[in-house]
């Protein structure tokens, strides 16, 4: 794909998430997200890519970060020896997570391949749908109908439920609440 149209993508994605991300290699990227959060913003930027035609292969990573260096690529600690970890495992799946506990990583590495398979059919116009939906959740099909610029509320629902939204973000919330655990 081409950068001038992928990259400004990317690096509004992650923008939503956190400020400290790097872009590297011309095709590779490091992000420090929360707990929290992760979980949504990998689907969110998958969502953004595939918004327009493409996608990415997310290892992720949770431990500790052992200096502040100006920039993740020099920076050190268990979560980017995991994340690296994580890559590495990446074969036919897309996602992956690689933690200290090995309970948590079986759960959530059976569950991910799940949804990302789901993620894996969505259209673009669907993945821009679940892009809003991921990051206004506070708010009504009815005015993200409007916020996405759609006609008709059921447009929305539709593309929601074509998405498997609601179960993908069952699926998250436990991932996420068996995470933040740890």
């Given at each position: 794909g081409d950068p001038n149209v992928w990259l400004?993508?990317?690096?509004?994605?992650?923008?939503?998430?956190?400020?400290?991300f790097d872009i590297f290699r011309g095709d590779s990227f490091q992000a420090e997200i929360s707990v929290a959060k992760v979980l949504e913003a990998t689907f969110y930027i998958k969502a953004s890519l595939i918004?327009?035609?493409?996608?990415?292969?997310?290892?992720?990573?949770?431990?500790?970060?052992?200096?502040?260096?100006?920039?993740?690529?020099?920076?050190?600690?268990?979560?980017?020896?995991?994340?690296?970890?994580a890559f590495d495992e990446l074969k036919k799946e897309?996602?992956?997570?690689?933690?200290?506990?090995?309970?948590?990583?079986?759960l959530c590495n059976t569950?991910?391949?799940?949804?990302?398979?789901?993620?894996?059919?969505w259209t673009p116009n669907?993945?821009?749908?679940?892009k809003s939906a991921l990051v206004n959740e506070e708010i009504n099909q009815?005015?993200?109908?409007?916020?996405?610029?759609?006609?008709?509320?059921?447009?929305?629902?539709?593309?929601?439920?074509?998405?498997?939204?609601?179960?993908m973000q069952r699926a998250l919330n436990y991932c996420t609440h068996k995470m933040l655990r740890l």
């Open positions: 400004p993508e990317l690096q509004t994605a992650l923008s939503v998430y956190t400020d400290k918004a327009i035609q493409l996608d990415a292969r997310i290892g992720i990573g949770l431990g500790q970060k052992d200096n502040q260096a100006a920039h993740l690529k020099h920076t050190f600690g268990s979560a980017l020896v995991y994340s690296g970890e897309t996602v992956f997570l690689r933690t200290a506990n090995p309970n948590i990583d079986e569950i991910l391949p799940l949804i990302t398979e789901i993620s894996n059919r669907i993945a821009a749908t679940v009815v005015d993200l109908a409007k916020l996405l610029g759609k006609k008709y509320q059921s447009q929305v629902s539709t593309e929601l439920q074509k998405a498997g939204f609601s179960k």
